[in-house]
């Protein structure tokens, strides 16, 4: 065997190992079919706007109700930003907050809202995505909406 061959043959063989695939986690997250039942699901129980967001925090749907204020739209997907990112429901992470002097500039943060009303959503233990509910007569009404529409689709707020 040539020198020539042989440095050809190593090249290919390393070649090829160099473009196997890494074996990656497959992680669940929330489709546009789940998440246009959850949207179903709030406003048949309540009145509000409510946003869904998959696991990455992309906007999958938002719904908002007759006669309920443009203000409410932004505040429901920024309620679901906020239960995302913090794994939390947002109504508990804003009630910590106001309890950590160190906390108190996180409202200053653009995405981040601390009222109640978002949640985060768990199949299993896996967050899958999270939602935001405004304008259903305040923050503990919107919270009750949300986790009533994340049990009639058979998701949790926590992790189990």
Same mark, same amino acid.
Do not use: W
């Given at each position: 065997? /040539?020198a020539k061959?042989?440095?050809? /043959?190593? &090249?290919?063989? #390393? !070649?090829?190992a %160099? ?6 986690p497959?992680?669940a997250?929330?489709?546009?079919k789940? %998440?246009?039942?959850?949207?179903d699901?709030t406003l048949?129980n309540?009145?509000?706007?409510? /946003?869904?967001?998959d +696991?990455?925090?992309n906007?999958l749907?938002t719904? +908002?109700?007759?006669?309920i204020?443009p203000?409410n739209?932004?505040?429901s997907?920024?309620? &679901?930003?906020t239960?995302?990112?913090t794994?939390?429901?947002?109504r508990l #992470?804003?009630? +910590?907050a106001r309890s ?8 200053t ?7 109640? !009303?978002g949640?985060?959503l #768990? %199949?299993?233990?896996?967050l ?7 304008g259903?007569? !305040?923050?503990?009404?919107?919270e009750k909406? %949300?986790?009533k529409?994340?049990e009639?689709? !058979?998701?949790?707020?926590n992790?189990?």
């Amino acid at each position: 065997m /040539s020198a020539k061959y042989l440095i050809a /043959s190593l &090249a290919i063989s #390393f !070649g090829t190992a %160099a473009i196997a695939a890494p074996e990656l986690p497959r992680h669940a997250d929330l489709d546009l079919k789940t %998440a246009r039942l959850l949207a179903d699901a709030t406003l048949e129980n309540c009145t509000g706007t409510v /946003s869904v967001l998959d +696991r990455g925090g992309n906007l999958l749907v938002t719904l +908002r109700g007759d006669g309920i204020g443009p203000h409410n739209t932004v505040a429901s997907q920024r309620k &679901a930003y906020t239960a995302l990112s913090t794994k939390t429901p947002t109504r508990l #992470f804003a009630e +910590r907050a106001r309890s950590n002097p160190e906390a108190a500039n996180l409202n200053t943060l653009d995405k981040l809202l601390l009222l109640g !009303g978002g949640i985060p959503l #768990f %199949a299993g233990k896996e967050l899958v995505g999270a939602m935001g509910v405004a304008g259903s007569g !305040g923050g503990e009404q919107d919270e009750k909406c %949300a986790i009533k529409a994340a049990e009639i689709v !058979g998701l949790s707020i926590n992790r189990t």
